[in-house]
């Protein structure tokens, strides 16, 4: 095709530039007159006709059309065509069969009504029908012999038609060659076709460039004779009727009239033989420049509508074209073999059908056949882009997404999907289907190595493949098949059905295989998710890996269900007639608590785990007969798995065989792997020696491990997890210490007193900061006051322990100060800190709590000899905000809280200087008091059940720290400095447990938790270095309180300005 693009752009560019040497009769100005070639040569002979880029044929009446083809010549087209006609038959270019030449276009054709549709009513779109007139045609083929040629139309090429029952390009009579169109067709009207084929066409139809079609029944290209070479689609074609872009909000929809919401036509509609198949093009890993084709139709008909009228129709194998290397480019070989792709159908791009409106079905492929007629597919049907399909639905307005649907009488051999196969149904009353097969249709396999997604959203019901053909008696999967339904927003869930295969209908044998590609990375995706429905043949279900999750359910016949490389298959197990054979090897098997049905054998090996999932709310254990042997061999394992808590235990019969074989010890073979809330036991029945009987026991807060804290809660939040449905679930299902405890600490609130370690780091750096002041004031040449500013950071990280939770954050603050001699103090003064934290806990999944601090004090600084006294006072005010998440598997909730409280603080200390020259030796002592209370507060946002009332609560903390300061001070004329180290150790008078009373939103019962005091001694180490003048100071300082499990870090950057 390139190259023949090629010859045909280099013939209009030599045609064009020497129309002479050829004698065409050439137009480069505007006439009015119609051109026949027949007579456009000198004295009314026969020639060739070229319209150059500046020439344009008007014509304002119908009856000639503007150019005709009715001899053996050519008809070049790079300027306009025009015909503008309120009257019906009104066509631009006419060629008539039984001549031989070619039309070439890569101008504009434009074949219109003079009286176009207005908005009459000032509503924002055209009123009336879209079209006046009918029967308008750009480019008509007709006569009573076949055309000898190719229709070509260039990327550069434009048509514009406007009529009912009218077409772009209308083939009435067979075609000896190919059609080929690159360009931009708009179409409006109704029942009108942009390229509408209703005879043969002996080579190939290319369809490229972009084609819109819109009106009641409008439709792009219509295929109804055969064609011998093959259909290729490489553009966008998009169809509707509706007269909006997208999905109307519900204001929009009442403003809309009936002429605005009438259904179009398919984007392409195919009833004819095609020896070269269908293709789609779009890019590959091979031919990764090639563009995506994408064929759009919204509204109820199908997007691609593929069917058998009178007679049989069959679709060859698709062959991309051989490419032939460019002799003018020696360095660069283009050549490119024939691609046999082997499928009849090959899509590589995007096709798409969208309902827009509720209760209007969409449909994105179709194939069927007629009345006693077949269409076939002989190579099938391969997809390597993207096929989806939307539809919405409401009560009383149904309606159906159907991606791939094959009707009676289409013949498939096989359907193979290696991207993406997609239908989404929104609303209830809405149905999403993938893959669906009628009674009669024909498609015995069908291989997935990609995604085949039903999505039913807010109601809707979802189903990947269904057959009713019972023909599709093998399905393959490496990919992902799944039937996904989404709970409305507005109301309870309704009924729906979520069904990933259905192939009941099937009376022979049915294998369903799942397996891994070789080279394909085990976090790839591998599932089937939905229901498995089987016939009554003898039908295998086999899981070489990944999961399937959803129930299965066996006819009648000798069926098989096989599960091996560390698969899981997990859902309700039904076979109608008991004749269901399990083999197990190295995966799970998980049993839906409302199995109760038959089986004639089951074995399970080595790494082959059974699980039997508990309902307590309907009050059942799923339940196993077999009529044959259940055999358990060594190194498989029982486990339970609980829907939903079972109060404080129950003991059900699970598995009940004429022949029980356990190779190892029964308590071996109860697996560890049960809810961990629970006490598992695995019995036989006392009854009966071939059944086994599973007994659950709540567990105590001690058997669970649980601190005093932890314990405290147990009985409240069990209380809770019985009557929260979803919460319960989620309790229900952790397997494991650490996952129940992550889980469970998370119900809790803050009660680690991380807020008065936090306090007492911003009253840390606001004494540290007021201890470097009165250091570097009294070391000061002169006994000037001034203001002084103070940057500071800290962090603090402690380790959980046994008692509770650790946690960790940080802080930032700024203190300011101001002060002057007065009276023995040679400084007093005022300051102001303002603080801001993040404290996180180690553990879980919480937003960090904020603080935010705001502190005013007074100091003073006195000299007695070489002793030193500090004192400091000061008040503050403290504002808090906690987002708890809660994340327990799919469970979520995010309670908020906000408070506020205030805190006291005091300190005093006592130092004295020995100096030596430049160095000095410093001993300290100092008394601190810290005071914080915490007002009450609710939480909101998560819920009855987990939001919180935690009551107000105090906590202080009273130490002693001594030190011992190494400096040093050099001073100049008129400037210092003095860098310094300090060590010593902090010890807490008292402090103690932190309380914390609490209860849940809705429930009475109250808990409290203690916090555990942090190790009351601790090793205190820092660091600084300061300088100054007469009229300025600055210090830079670093302090750790080192304890154990405990570690707080502050820094200081203060300056001093003196006025």
Not at 85 to 98: F, K, L, P, T
Not at 429 to 453: H, K, Q, W
Not at 530 to 548: A, N, R, T
Not at 881 to 886: D, G, T
Request: net charge negative.
């Amino acid at each position: 095709m390139r190259r023949r693009f090629m010859f045909a752009s280099a013939l209009v560019s030599l045609t064009v530039a020497a129309p002479a040497a050829f004698a065409d009769r050439e137009v480069s100005t505007a006439i009015t007159d119609p051109i026949a070639t027949s007579t456009a040569g000198d004295g009314g002979v026969a020639d060739n006709i070229v319209i150059t880029s500046s020439g344009r044929v008007t014509r304002t009446t119908v009856g000639t059309p503007a150019l005709t083809l009715d001899s053996d010549n050519d008809i070049t087209q790079d300027g306009v065509v025009s015909v503008t006609s309120d009257d019906d038959g009104a066509v631009g270019v006419h060629i008539i069969g039984g001549n031989t030449g070619n039309f070439t276009s890569t101008g504009q054709i434009v074949v219109t009504s003079e009286t176009v549709p207005t908005d009459e009513d000032d509503d924002g779109d055209v009123d009336g029908p879209g079209a006046i007139g009918s029967n308008r045609v750009a480019v008509l083929v007709d006569g009573v012999a076949v055309f000898t040629g190719d229709i070509l139309f260039s990327n550069t090429s434009q048509m514009i038609v406007r009529g009912n029952d009218s077409a772009g390009i209308r083939i009435l009579t067979g075609i000896d060659g190919s059609v080929d169109y690159s360009g931009r067709l708009t179409l409006v009207g109704d029942r009108s076709t942009a390229i509408d084929i209703q005879d043969n066409i002996s080579g190939d139809l290319n369809v490229g460039g972009s084609i819109t079609a819109n009106g009641a029944e409008a439709a792009g290209v219509s295929v109804l004779g055969d064609v011998g070479g093959g259909i290729t689609l490489r553009g966008n074609i998009s169809t509707t009727g509706y007269r909006f872009l997208a999905r109307p909000s519900e204001t929009f929809l009442e403003q809309l009239e009936p002429d605005d919401l009438l259904q179009g036509g398919s984007a392409l509609v195919l009833s004819g033989n095609v020896a070269g198949g269908l293709y789609v093009g779009g890019p590959t890993a091979d031919t990764p420049s090639e563009p995506t084709s994408g064929l759009a139709t919204r509204g109820d008909a199908p997007t691609m509508h593929i069917f058998a009228g009178a007679s049989d129709i069959v679709l060859g194998e698709v062959v991309i074209p051989a490419i032939a290397d460019d002799p003018d480019t020696a360095d660069v070989d283009e050549s490119q073999a024939a691609q046999h792709l082997g499928y009849s159908f090959v899509i590589r791009g995007q096709v798409t059908a969208s309902g827009d409106l509720d209760g209007v079905d969409a449909t994105t492929i179709r194939v069927e056949g007629g009345a006693g007629t077949t269409a076939t597919l002989t190579g099938g049907l391969l997809n390597q882009g993207i096929i989806s399909s939307f539809a919405y639905g409401e009560p009383g307005e149904e309606a159906v997404a159907t991606t791939v649907s094959f009707g009676a009488g289409a013949i498939i051999p096989l359907l193979t999907n290696l991207e993406e196969l997609r239908a989404t149904a929104v609303g209830t009353g809405a149905t999403a289907r993938v893959v669906m097969l009628d009674a009669g249709a024909y498609l015995p396999s069908l291989v997935n190595e990609d995604t085949i997604f039903a999505n039913g959203v807010e109601g809707a019901s979802a189903v990947a493949i269904r057959d009713l053909s019972g023909s599709l008696t093998s399905v393959v999967n490496s990919g992902v098949i799944s039937a996904l339904y989404g709970a409305p927003t507005s109301a309870d869930e309704v009924a729906h059905e979520t069904v990933a295969l259905d192939l009941s209908h099937a009376t022979t044998a049915t294998l369903v295989r799942q397996y891994r590609r070789d080279g394909v990375d085990e976090d790839v995706s591998l599932a089937i998710y939905g229901d498995v429905l089987f016939g009554s043949g003898d039908d295998v279900l086999q899981v070489e890996s990944g999961q399937v999750t959803g129930n299965i359910s066996f006819g009648d016949g000798a069926d098989q269900l096989v599960i091996t490389g560390g698969s899981i298959v997990s859902g309700v197990l039904d076979d109608s007639d008991g004749d269901l054979a399990i083999s197990v090897d190295d995966a799970n098997l998980i049993l839906g608590a409302t199995t109760d049905t038959g089986i004639s054998d089951a074995r399970f090996g080595d790494g082959a785990v059974l699980s039997f999932q508990i309902d307590h709310t309907l009050d059942v254990a799923a339940f196993v007969n077999a009529s044959g042997t259940v055999t358990f061999e060594t190194g498989s394992r029982i486990t339970s798995a609980l829907t939903n808590l079972i109060g404080e235990g129950a003991t059900y019969v699970v598995l009940t065989a004429d022949s029980l074989v356990i190779e190892e010890a029964l308590d071996v073979l109860q697996d560890t792997t049960a809810p961990y809330l629970y006490e598992a036991a695995l019995n036989f029945d006392p009854n009966d020696s071939n059944s086994l009987t599973l007994t659950l026991q709540r567990r105590t807060a001690e058997q669970l491990g649980m601190n005093a804290n932890q314990a405290g809660a147990y009985e409240a939040t069990y209380t809770v997890w019985q009557n929260d449905t979803e919460l319960g679930a989620a309790i229900a299902s952790l397997t494991t210490e650490r996952d129940f405890f992550q889980a469970y600490d998370q119900l809790l609130p803050e009660y680690a007193a991380s807020a008065i370690q936090f306090a007492l780091a911003t009253n840390d750096s606001a004494v540290g900061a007021l201890s470097n002041r009165l250091d570097a004031v009294r070391r000061s040449p002169d006994d000037t006051g001034g203001l002084w500013v103070q940057e500071f950071g800290y962090y603090a990280d402690r380790a959980g322990t046994s008692f509770g939770p650790g946690y960790r954050g940080h802080g930032i603050g700024l203190a300011v100060g101001f002060d002057q001699p007065f009276g023995p103090f040679y400084a007093a003064g005022v300051n102001f800190v303002g603080s801001a934290s993040e404290i996180s806990e180690v553990d879980g999944f919480d937003d960090p709590m904020s603080a935010v601090s705001g502190q005013i004090g007074a100091y003073a600084g006195s000299k007695f000899g070489e002793t030193t006294l500090d004192i400091y006072g000061a008040v503050g005010f403290d504002s808090f905000e906690h987002n708890r998440r809660i994340v327990i598997g799919s469970y979520s909730a995010s309670p908020t809280a906000s408070w506020s409280g205030y805190h006291l603080a005091a300190s005093a200390r006592v130092g004295r200087d020995f100096s030596a020259g430049n160095y000095y030796l410093r001993p300290s002592a100092s008394i601190d008091y810290l005071g914080l209370y915490e007002g009450s507060y609710t939480e909101t946002g998560g819920g009855s059940g987990v939001d919180l009332v935690v009551s107000d609560r105090e906590s202080s903390s009273f130490s002693a720290t001594a030190l011992v300061t190494l400096g040093a001070r050099y001073a100049g004329s008129d400037s210092w400095w003095s860098p310094h180290i300090q060590a010593g150790f902090r010890n807490e008078f008292s402090g103690g447990e932190t309380e914390t009373d609490a209860h849940f939103v809705d429930y009475d019962e109250t808990f409290t938790l203690r916090s555990q005091q942090i190790p009351g001694t601790g090793f205190i180490f820092g660091f600084g270095i300061a300088a100054g003048s007469g009229y300025s100071v600055f210090s830079f300082d670093y302090d750790a309180d080192l304890r154990e499990d405990f570690i707080r870090h502050t820094a200081r950057l203060v300056m001093r300005m003196v006025f």
